[in-house]
């Protein structure tokens, strides 16, 4: 079936669970449960074969992809966004507008991220370095860009551990 | 224990497998079996805590690190290198220099890169965008930076299945 709007239930479109797909056109968030909760999963252009093609790596295994939906605001040159050291936006921060692979390669201090503001564009943040573990997607069109507490950017790893930031490209 | 050079065999350190690990300083290759063999799993700066921070998600299981060596030619800045549509340095052929979570997104016609030569820096390979599945690691410092087919860039996949690609950051 060929989708090009959101998805909030795939049981609902005669599907059981997805286990491969392709991407043809522009980037998608894929969510482990209906209505667009639970993990998350970039999914940018290119083939899916199989369930771990987007899932990562993740501690928590689950092989379910129960509802998606397009990002409208990623915007791979103009990607913009603001990390700080505390939540509530507080202690050091740092703007960046590049993909890191490794924070603490760039300078960063530790192993976590207090709270982000994204001024422009979707970026992925990912627990591990090398862009590995769970992935938080962070959108400037939701929450007005700001993610004060890692509750608003995932709930999985409950855990402020960000390694590794990117840009989504559409 | 801690590590400032290549270690080709884990056990002969007092090791039986590792299970953790930090990479303190550079960029490393973790190897899964003895004498730099098997699957490759870039590390750069960060904390791995557990087995499926470095592997990514892959097919073929395995939670073995048994051999790892620094990369001495990373240059993030510098990176440069050519991918090719065909073996041996054949057919469409495209120069890159930045980060593609998606080589199609790009522009790139199909899901595979048929050869590769790294000009400056060292580049990770993966199997599936977003930087999903088997990582494949290109130094323009072994090969003389030329690698004519997969069977010069990594084997597990047995494929030329390559959908994104980026440079290594020491």
Same mark, same amino acid.
């Given at each position: 079936?060929?989708?090009t709007?959101?998805c909030?239930?795939?049981?609902e479109?005669?599907?059981e ?9 522009g980037? %998608?968030?894929g969510? #482990?449960?209906? @209505? ?5 999963f970039?999914?940018e252009?290119?083939? $899916? !074969?199989?369930?771990d093609a ?13 509802s ?8 791979h040159k103009?990607s913009?966004m ?25 300078? %960063?201090?530790?192993? #976590?991220?207090? @709270?982000?503001?994204?001024q422009?564009?979707?970026?992925v943040?990912?627990? $591990? !370095? ?13 929450h ?22 990117r840009?989504?490209?559409?």
């Amino acid at each position: 079936m060929e989708f090009t709007s959101a998805c909030p239930t795939v049981t609902e479109c005669g599907f059981e669970n997805l286990r491969s797909l392709k991407v043809e056109c522009g980037a %998608w968030i894929g969510y #482990e449960h209906t @209505s667009f909760c639970g993990q998350q999963f970039i999914l940018e252009r290119g083939e $899916y !074969p199989r369930w771990d093609a987007w899932s990562g790596s993740n501690a928590y295994h689950t092989e379910r992809l129960m509802s998606f939906r397009p990002i409208c605001c990623a915007n791979h040159k103009e990607s913009k966004m603001t990390v700080f050291e505390k939540e509530n936006f507080m202690g050091r921060q740092w703007e960046v507008s590049d993909d890191y692979p490794s924070l603490q390669a760039m300078g %960063w201090g530790n192993n #976590e991220v207090g @709270s982000m503001k994204v001024q422009c564009g979707t970026w992925v943040c990912y627990q $591990y !370095p090398g862009y590995r573990g769970y992935q938080y997607i962070l959108e400037s069109d939701h929450h007005g860009g700001d993610y004060k507490h890692w509750r608003e950017w995932g709930s999985h790893a409950q855990t402020f551990q960000v390694q590794s930031i990117r840009r989504v490209q559409q």
